[in-house]
């Protein structure tokens, strides 16, 4: 620690710190543009001018480390005239649009030109002009000739989203910011540059000309997207969601958020919403009541778990439901006499259900993954199923830490990789088994060559490991068995292991006891023998479940469907009565992130048309059903009751033991890879047109090593006929030499792979 | 792709610098690109980016950075004439006058056969024999008059 004094405040700050830290360390504001406390310095805008006693001229703050006893003054003539000098060639060449502008009421520049900038221009000169540029749906740079060149949104492309998009081409006064050859920004977490933006450069695209920033109120809450659990402050003007903006925590998302839960909210006000509860009569949708639509699901559940048993009633629910929610349903479950309720719908092997100790989680915390130096990462789509931690890996890597990859495909992590394995879906156990033998043999001394080895070399040398399994991982089919591999591989090099959730509450539906009981069948279980009957929340079937086919097939046959749904979709194909709930920024509610954080939010605009939050639908049905214990007031009173006497760090806990990892032989024929692609994880996701429109929502492929598709005889870029089960869909072929042999990627949870089954197993590609 | 003979070239640069740092030698590189092709298209540069590891958005930075980078075809001989202070007191201007009455084209244009391009440069360190122009950035002319370019252009005529 040194002292300094700025402003005649004495301070005391770290050795090595930046003047502008300091200042901001002790409340003091420095004005500033290219400064931002999460990228490199570039000390290219000059606002951050300071006097510093002996020294012969003003220094930029955010450039100037601090040394003992030095004097800086941030007020003084000096200070003042120099940052007044640099605004006023700042605004030489800025538009005077702040009328129209989006950033107008949210602008650095607007802010700091009424401290420090003139009254008039004494430029009369023609302005610079820099045409706009179209960098994709999300982020908007139509007027560049607003930018002043700072650099953020280069910076953090290049350090924090690891992947240059865009840069500063020309020079000096031709000097403009844009991307090579007019490509689009590509990043899953490009819309931070929008947020970093401290002009209006760079605006959001979807928000533009919206509104303006002072209509806006601003409700609090939490991402429904993934399972981080970012903080989300959703604007809303007329009650409406109009911007999605992070809520910093440095814990959890920093101060950024990525593309999905930035602009899903896009997809709240489709015509696709169910607005009014709608029955089946003779074929046909009407529109009914809800008086009318819960008493007719009521009097069904009843019908059916008096005449078959309750027992063939299954309840499915997706894991971005409430915890409220997912609670009520499994206690209506419950209640009418049903184990079978279950949010797990994408995993197949569900054999650790009784040999795990708790429910799975991160096994640590978010904060502690930027902490460990080595990591094991398996079977994950990393920076599209969880882009922030990827963010937060990145960073590690950048520092030293090395990252290690077991995986079926080799997707570019735009960070350095130390050591990868990629082996098709049916020699992940085996692989595993070789690094963890690999790790006894280099604590013994010995070693060895080859990936495995390489990656156990790796995980041997680091201080503070992290074994993290992804989504890819949890659906697998030897689930069970890569969790007893990985906490085997996680003891000897004395790391942590968990598992990077697949949604925002897969931590919270085990706490709320949405799982099958003993007797009770899992959400794999529900299909391959079907129900009479079946209770759906927030589901759509042909996107949601592990197998599509075998899901369809089952709810065709149900002789009732209950589909609680915030969309209009294919449940009209087989369900009987549709209720309308509300997605997430319509109802209060709580989401367990990863890490076994609990957060509660209130809804942010109230619901569309007749739509009604799920938990009072589940407590209006219970009480139909004359369960007892459905007198809730408030989701509050449900969380409470909930998680009453539930320790939840107690309750977390992904020990495994009885599970014996056996290699299975190699299968014939091509397997099938599948990914959830970003844009396709949720309902309201799915129908958010921005993200839509972007590269990582583009229709699938099959993608196949051109060496198999040479052995098809197949083109790249020729259509093929890929089958599985009975059914079979049309898709283009596509060359990727990263991926091993034996293995076709096909992804998962789009409406152009939903007539095809399982999500792991053998598939057929034939030429179309 | 690039030539062998351009691999060849960085690759002999590229001993100059620490072996984790190859994008030291964006710059030769792209000279040799450009000595290679009289300009470098934006592919060119995506090329030298998968050689050199580098993001593509740097090279096209550094590319659009230098003034000396023809980011266009600018003829088999790229005449730049400076028109920095020394050589417009010593008459560019004329120098300028005289070349568009031979060639027929402007400052960033090309003559129609595709032999000569013309491009305004910065200053050329050699002020005391201005008004300068240089041929393919090699080859520095001095001293110029009306005279003096018709024999530099019969030259070069003559190649």
Redesign the interface.
């Known amino acids: 620690m040194i002292n300094i004094e700025i402003d005649g405040k004495q301070i005391q700050t770290e050795n090595g710190a930046t003047i502008i830290e300091a200042a901001h360390q002790a409340g003091i504001t420095i004005p500033h543009f290219c400064y931002h406390k999460k990228l490199s310095i570039a000390a290219n805008c000059r606002m951050c001018l300071v006097q510093v006693e002996k020294a012969p001229k003003p220094l930029p703050a955010c450039a100037t480390p601090v040394a003992e006893g030095m004097k800086v003054f941030t007020h003084s003539e000096q200070a003042v005239t120099a940052q007044k000098g640099v605004m006023e060639f700042l605004l030489v060449n800025h538009p005077l649009d702040c009328p129209i502008c989006d950033q107008g009421g949210e602008c650095m520049l607007q802010d700091l030109s009424v401290g420090y900038g003139g009254g008039h221009s004494r430029y009369h000169e023609e302005k610079r002009t820099v045409l706009g540029k179209d960098l994709g749906p999300l982020v908007a740079a139509e007027e560049m000739s607003r930018c002043i060149n700072c650099t953020r949104c280069v910076r953090f492309a290049q350090e924090i989203a690891g992947q240059m998009e865009l840069g500063q081409a020309f020079r000096g006064e031709h000097a403009e910011i844009m991307s090579f050859v007019s490509g689009t920004v590509n990043s899953e977490l490009s819309g931070n540059m929008i947020d970093l933006c401290p002009v209006g450069a760079l605006t959001s695209k979807p928000f533009r000309y919206k509104a303006r920033s002072w209509e806006l109120s601003r409700r609090r809450s939490v991402s429904a997207h993934d399972s981080l659990g970012s903080g989300l402050a959703v604007q809303t003007k007329n009650n409406r969601v109009l911007r999605v903006l992070p809520i910093e925590n440095e814990d959890i998302n920093e101060c950024w958020l990525s593309d999905k839960d930035r602009f899903a909210y896009e997809g709240l006000n489709t015509s696709e919403r169910l607005t009014s509860p709608m029955i089946k009569k003779d074929g046909t949708w009407q529109e009914v009541e809800w008086q009318a639509a819960l008493e007719f699901a009521a009097n069904g559940l009843r019908h059916i778990a008096n005449g078959a048993g309750a027992e063939q009633i299954g309840a499915l629910a997706t894991a971005n439901s409430t915890l409220e929610e997912l609670y009520l349903l499994q206690k209506l479950m419950r209640g009418i006499g049903s184990q079978n309720v279950d949010f797990r719908l994408r995993q197949s092997d569900f054999s650790a259900d009784t040999k795990q100790q708790g429910a799975p989680w991160l096994g640590m915390s978010i904060a502690d993954i930027g902490k460990a130096d080595r990591f094991l990462i398996v079977g994950s789509f990393l920076r599209k199923d969880h882009p922030l931690l990827a963010a937060r890996i990145r960073k590690a890597v950048k520092k030293g830490a090395q990252a290690n990859i077991v995986h079926s495909v080799d997707d570019d992590l735009l960070m350095k990789v130390a050591g990868k394995a990629i082996v098709a879906p049916d020699a992940l156990v085996e692989t595993l088994m070789q690094i963890s033998k690999a790790l006894t043999a280099e604590k013994q001394g010995q070693s060895a060559s080859g990936e495995a080895a390489a990656i156990a070399k790796s995980l041997a040398s680091g201080k503070s490991v992290a074994v993290l399994l992804g989504n890819f991982a949890q659906q697998h089919p030897q689930a069970a068995q890569l969790q007893a591999l990985v906490q085997q591989i996680a003891a000897l090099s004395n790391g942590k292991f968990g598992f990077l959730g697949e949604a925002a509450n897969s931590v919270g539906g085990y706490l709320a006891q949405a799982t099958p009981g003993a007797k009770g069948l899992n959400a794999s279980a529900m299909l391959s023998s079907p129900r009479k009957a079946y209770v759906l929340l927030n589901v759509e079937a042909e996107l949601d479940c592990a197998n599509p086919q075998q899901a369809m097939a089952a709810l065709q046959a149900a002789d009732l469907v209950i589909a609680m749904s915030a969309y209009k979709h294919h449940a009209t194909e087989y369900a009987d009565v549709l209720l309308p709930i509300a997605p997430f920024t319509e109802t209060s509610g709580t989401f367990v992130s990863s890490e076994g954080r609990v957060q509660s939010f209130k809804g942010a605009v109230k619901p569309l048309g007749e739509a009604r939050p799920a938990w009072k639908v589940l407590r209006v049905l219970g009480n139909l059903l004359k369960v007892e214990g459905f007198d809730q007031d408030t989701s509050e009173a449900v969380r409470d009751e909930a998680l009453k006497g539930v320790d939840v760090t107690a309750r977390l806990n992904n020990a495994i033991g009885g599970v014996e990892a056996k290699a299975v032989a190699a299968t014939k024929g091509l397997q099938r890879v599948s990914d959830v692609p970003i844009y396709a994880t949720d309902a309201v996701v799915r129908r958010s047109a921005p993200l839509q429109a972007t590269t990582d929502a583009a229709i699938p492929q099959a993608w196949l090593h051109s060496d198999e598709l040479k052995k098809l005889g197949v083109q790249a870029g020729a259509a093929v006929k890929v089958s599985q089960g009975q059914g079979s869909v049309r898709l283009f072929a596509a060359a990727d030499d990263k991926l091993p042999g034996g293995v076709v990627r096909v992804a998962a949870g789009h409406a152009a792979t939903a007539a095809l089954g399982a999500m792991f197993g053998t598939i057929t590609v034939e030429r179309a | 792709m690039l030539s062998q003979q351009i691999t060849t070239l960085i690759d002999k640069e590229l001993k100059k610098y620490p072996a984790d740092q190859r994008q030291s030698a964006v710059m030769a590189a792209l000279r040799f690109v450009q000595d290679e092709k009289g300009w470098i298209a934006?592919e060119d540069?995506?090329d030298v980016a998968a050689y050199l590891g580098m993001?593509?958005?740097?090279v096209?930075?550094v590319a659009?950075?230098?003034?000396m980078y023809n980011l266009k075809p600018m003829g088999k001989y790229t005449l730049t004439v400076c028109t920095n202070l020394s050589c417009q007191l010593c008459g560019s201007g004329d120098t300028l006058a005289h070349l568009h009455k031979r060639l027929g084209i402007g400052l960033g244009e090309v003559t129609a056969d595709g032999k000569y391009g013309l491009r305004e440069g910065e200053c050329m360190g050699a002020c005391i024999d201005a008004p300068l122009l240089t041929v393919n950035n090699k080859q520095m002319c001095g001293r110029l008059t009306d005279e003096k370019i018709d024999q530099i252009l019969a030259e070069l005529d003559k190649k």
Do not use: K
């Open positions: 934006p540069m995506a993001q593509q958005m740097a096209y930075e659009t950075f230098y003034h």
